[in-house]
């Protein structure tokens, strides 16, 4: 029935102040409101609807998109929303579209890659939407490496121009975003060529399609590269395909904030730092763990709300059967993923802080801390968001046959977020990147240069080289102090035997790329210790609100004894615990799970998601899920008749035997 | 350029017969013939095109599926195709469809609980598909639980006919294949009332739609439950709700082979014995895990091909850059897949042989190894399905952001296959049966009732309990024997840990629920075990062919060791091997990694897949990747127009300004 609250019961059940708990989430009170707001006038207006997108073929899912990301550009203007409310609408509306790539890429390239003077020139234009840009890097056979990019940008002394020319297949380029169909330029990523000599790989702004009638530019081919994974998903969005023949830019269309190349194409550094684009690629990885955490608590919320409603077994005297939220093998596998949601916010916010503090330093000349807090963004986004893959899965799982339906919302939420794994740097490619820094690290350890920020433990490499946990209760795991130091050991021996293995290579970039596997698991080490210390740290902080603290402190355990079991042959290995230690663990983590159990449903709706934006029948905030399910089964395509289309032709004379006849 | 063998040099690697290795694959020179022929008549006929299927709306996908099931149906009598070839052609056209359920289920469901008489009343017409049957079990409200179904078959002596009803909606019947728009008939379950008695779950052929007109008799409320996971995937099938409304139907009906209900309205079983039922889940289950292996060398033989054609970084001088196959951080994930594919293939076989012995033993009334037949049966259908699921998504994964496409293939495999997870039994609540077979068997050690089967290693429990492994170096990890004692330890100590912590409950039930988590996990160890020793068993086995033996042996190894090394907790809290065993046979992998290597296209060559079956782009026989990659992206329907539909609406104004005047 409507209006009926069937999680009522659990939501009683809490220890602690939701409210508060909301405001903890979002970050601030203010983050809080905004996010409340705008989440509530996106649900509560029709024309972001969104339920219908799995049953549309391409071109009606897409235009449906190109609709919404107009009307939703209409209503922040109407609303004369700030730039934070706008951000915020185009999340709650949860549909990709080319203005992503348009907001978050081509703007940020220009603001970072550019002049003064190109950012005077095309920024106005791009805040008004008076064009719209995607960024073009990826190609057909070059993606994570990419100083291998094939596309030319050969300057032309003689007009002052460069031409961009596509010399191979593989040099196409192929999965831009917004690039499809839609955008009328484009950052285009390039080798550029003066005088013969190639210069690596630069950005320049080129314009791909009339702004009079959208048909692309002479010697521009484009075009959609075609359906990707799932439904809806990513189907929304144009990721497109260009080729480019021969294509004349004017010279001061290259980004030439960072390099330069003179009227007479002479190239030249400029006086600005490079190291600013690592700047970048903090900020936007930091959004991706951000967005991790969006995405994993979503797919928890729905597991955990559904999993309160679903009974099965266990019914006595004709009762009712038990919930299976209170099986421990559903609590084993939830509960440490509610609590993963949890710990990639609070990794997020300090990341956002992490950001802020190397802009500080960066502007004061100081990039000390730019490599270590580039590894550890590198290391965060590779961890969040593979944990946050399987998770949506694990999630969808959890809900037995019905998390496989659409409606269930989470097919569609792993189509749609799975690419985080492999975009902004594959995740594998990244540990690595993470785990060549470690190395350094370990390498100069004995040089007196202290390792600094997210690998000082390291300083205290001698300590956790032979220091034994001195765990003897299952409680003696509650300790912040105890998790911390079995954490930091294993991470530091396993950094540390990667290097003592490598040592043994004549040459250390064979050993590297013999050792891969080993030097993944001990940068996936480092990483989830990053972590549970963010978590930690947190909890140290003044977090008000009834309870609140002490069931973040429950969820923190329960995260740090996950991974101590997932990974306890990494702790065992490393003789960091002993067996008996880690049974110990494990029996701590099934009474963590029991205190979570109570305050389950409390703690998911302190996300305050919509059902909007959840968008799941199984995830209702009401727990109305038979009935819903129920009517929306009527609503598919095929319900539409009650014989279906294809029965007169095929059904008919099969079941006649008539086949013979029959045209098929 | 078409022709030209792109994986020539690849092949030319091989260090074995790889014709040899299909028949091995595929079971038998004959099946070998069988499959060969019959997957290229369906690769060779345009009717079974499938790579439009992500482009299709639900209802043009539909009817499209229908007119193949219909005119595979025709191919099939005209070419007088044999029960096994008949069943290849379906396997081969690759799309899930009503005809599954109807073969699959409807007919066996009818063979094995219909009496004589039964049979040859429905069975002539169900072989001619004058009727099509679909499997009515799973309610709304009811899955795993089937004791717990809601729909009841009340007995009217007056009339001497069964009522069905569906008394509240989570009795809805949910989830069949083929009962949304096809099925005329289906075996529903029910409650079988008589005289107000309720005598538990019974089959029931039920007519559901008319024969002439197909529109639902009277009585019935029927549709199908709307779209699922993925583009194409299980939107081919008419998955369905369904219910009653007091439909009546004849009292011979009801499929009364093992408890019938007389005219007079009295129940009493029949002499045949009920264990017959466990027998056929036996048969199902032991399709699923054949089908695993199929699916998860499917994805692997992608991933692999592809890895060989894909290059990144490492170009030295202007060189081509590096495969990325060999990587060894990409060998370390795709080679164990490989390795698993093969492992599951072997215990599917030996599966199949266990059925056969288990009939024979039945039809001579032998129940003895049934509980362990079933176990066993359960478990690695649970085993296999959750390692294939996530073998494909790693393979997705594996491919780079081209495996996101759907040309990749690997979206709509993933999509496709996750449903085994869940179906035929839950793959966590077949672990909870499994451990609870081990947990009788644990406690019958002493009693001198000799475990049987894949549990006989436990009659060994004394040595197991106490052995420490010898393995002292790398190679030693080459000894079949140090790994099946490794796993045998390993299994046995930690259900015998399980086992002593129940006892220390009270209330054993209340134990099991409370070390639900470790028990499945015990019940993990002993599925491993199982297919590691089937594995080493096939090895004994005589295998002509040059090298063909010797390359088994290596991916035997292959999977044993990363099955040590992914539960390498297990291993050293059990204390069956020494954290230094444990480095050594990671040291071992790394060189098996790198024997498999000039192996590794041959060897997924041997599951002898055609194009067409395989459905990929990456995983091109020839491949020729990137050129039909680019030719396949101008098919979506976006690519139909230059200036994308919506354009004139939306896009026009956004980029003029004109907002306040477009209709959004």
Chains 1, 2 share one sequence.
Not at 44 to 58: H, I, Q, T, V, W
Not at 305 to 331: H, L, M, P, W
Not at 506 to 533: M, P, R, T, W, Y
């Amino acid at each position: 029935m409507d209006g009926v609250d069937y999680l009522a019961d659990e939501r009683s059940k809490a220890q602690f102040d939701v409210d508060e708990l909301k405001i903890v989430w979002a970050g601030s009170r203010h983050a809080f409101e905004v996010s409340d707001r705008i989440s509530r006038l996106v649900a509560s207006d029709p024309a972001f609807r969104k339920d219908n997108r799995p049953m549309l073929g391409r071109k009606e899912l897409f235009k449906n998109t190109l609709r919404k990301a107009t009307y939703a550009w209409k209503r922040i203007i109407e609303l004369c929303l700030n730039e934070e409310e706008a951000s915020k609408l185009r999340f709650y509306v949860d549909e990709p579209a080319f203005t992503d790539l348009h907001w978050g890429m081509f703007v940020p390239a220009i603001k970072g890659q550019g002049t003064d003077e190109q950012q005077q020139k095309w920024l106005p234009l791009a805040y008004k939407m008076q064009i719209i840009g995607c960024y073009a890097q990826t190609e057909l056979g070059h993606g994570s490496n990419v100083q291998g990019l094939e596309t030319t940008a050969t300057f032309d002394p003689q007009t002052d121009e460069f031409i961009i020319h596509s010399p191979t297949l593989t040099s196409s380029k192929w999965w831009p975003g917004g690039l499809g169909k839609i955008s009328t330029h484009g950052v285009v990523y390039a080798r550029l060529i003066t005088d013969g000599q190639d210069h690596g790989v630069h950005g320049f702004i080129v314009q791909l399609r009339s702004l009079d009638d959208h048909s692309p530019l002479p010697g521009i081919t484009v075009g959609d590269i075609g359906m990707k994974f799932g439904n809806g998903a990513y189907n929304t969005m144009d990721n497109g395909v260009l080729r480019f023949d021969h294509v004349r830019i004017p010279r001061n269309q290259m980004l030439m904030r960072v390099f330069q190349v003179t009227r007479e194409g002479k190239v030249k550094q400029s006086n600005v730092p490079r190291q600013l684009v690592y700047g970048t690629m903090v900020f936007v990885r930091q959004t991706i763990v951000a967005d991790a955490s969006c995405a994993i608590s979503r797919a928890v919320c729905i597991a955990t709300r559904y999993s309160a409603i679903r009974r099965q077994f266990g019914s006595q005297n004709g009762g009712a059967e038990t919930q299976v939220i209170d099986y421990k093998t559903q609590q084993n596998r939830l509960f440490p993923l509610l609590a993963s949601a949890y710990a990639f916010r609070f990794v997020g916010e300090w990341l956002k802080w992490l950001y802020t503090d190397v802009t500080q330093r960066l502007q004061a000349n100081d990039f000390s801390t730019l490599p270590e807090a580039h590894a550890c963004t590198a290391g965060l986004k590779s961890l969040t968001t593979s944990a946050t893959a399987d998770a949506i899965e694990e999630c969808r799982k959890l809900c037995g046959g019905h998390g496989y339906l659409c409606t269930s919302g989470l097919p569609e939420l792993f189509a749609v977020y799975v690419p985080a794994c492999t975009y902004e740097g594959d995740n594998i490619v990244l540990l690595l990147q993470v785990a060549r820094f470690l190395m350094k690290t370990v390498s100069q350890l004995g040089s007196g240069k202290k390792p600094v920020g997210t690998t000082a433990y390291m300083g205290r490499a001698e300590h956790l080289l032979q220091c034994q946990s001195d765990v003897q209760r299952a409680d003696d795991w509650l300790k912040p102090s105890a998790i911390l130091e079995a954490f930091e050991a294993r991470a530091t021996r396993m950094s540390v035997a990667c290097a003592r293995n490598l040592s043994k290579f004549k040459n250390q970039e064979d050993g590297f790329l013999e050792l891969q596997a080993d030097l993944v698991e001990a940068a996936v080490a480092h990483c989830q210790l990053i972590v549970v210390s963010k978590f930690i740290e947190k909890l140290q902080q003044d977090i008000p609100g009834n309870g609140v603290k002490q069931v973040l402190g429950l969820l923190c355990n329960v995260y740090a004894l996950h991974i101590l079991h997932k990974h306890l042959g990494d702790f065992l290995s490393t003789g960091c615990i002993t067996p008996k230690q880690g049974s110990l663990a494990s029996e701590l983590q099934r009474s963590l799970c029991s205190q979570v159990r109570p305050n389950a449903i409390a703690l998911v709706d302190a996300f305050n998601y919509t059902d909007h934006y959840l968008g799941s029948v199984l995830g209702r905030s009401d727990g109305n899920v038979y009935p819903k399910l129920y009517e929306e089964a009527w609503k598919d395509p095929l319900n539409d008749t009650v014989v279906p289309d294809g029965y007169h032709e095929y059904i008919r004379p099969l079941l006649k035997q008539q086949l013979r006849t029959a045209r098929l």
